[in-house]
């Protein structure tokens, strides 16, 4: 569930699993909101995260509770749901991850559906947490139309909630 983020982070029906968990969430926000504007940034209700959405893709950063008081954060987005999913696609996929993303790998989920994801320290500089989020924002804007227009499926926008 998301909703447009409304000042200060409340963390509203999200379970933080240390201070430092929900310190980072804190950082998390306020970062997005400075790269993006406060208009962009959307609360993830059920978990310690947020969305953006970077053209027509849709990514989420997420303080992950790791062991005792560290904290991961996860970049994700979902570059294409229910593609074609056969032999091609996958050897590119894999290729693209060799070969063009330093910094993210594509990967699968149960369902099938595309997934670019990067994972870094919680305490991470500024401009560490700057170059993971836009690298993965930007590739999944750009995978996300070559993918679908190559082996079909619905890209982030194509499934947005009207609620947006």
Known sequence: MLRRFQGQSSGQGT???????RECYERIGAW?????????VFDIE???GFG???????????AVAAQQNDVAILIASRVISTPQLNQD?????LMENFNEMPF???GLD????????????GNCSTDDFVMSVTA?????????????????????IDNLDEGL
Do not use: K, P
């Open 110 to 121: 149960g369902n099938g559906d595309i997934w670019l994801m990067r994972i870094i320290m």
């Open 136 to 156: 993965v924002a930007s590739r999944a804007d750009e995978y996300d139309d070559v993918i679908a227009s190559q082996w079909g499926g619905n890209r982030a």
């Open 89 to 93: 696609l996958l050897v590119q996929l």
């Open 15 to 21: 379970r933080f699993q240390s201070i430092a968990q």
């Open 46 to 48: 059920t978990a310690a």
């Open 32 to 40: 997005l909101r400075i790269m993006y504007g406060q208009e962009a």
């Open 104 to 106: 993210a790998s594509f």
């Open 52 to 62: 953006v959405l970077v053209g027509s893709a849709m990514t989420t950063v997420s």
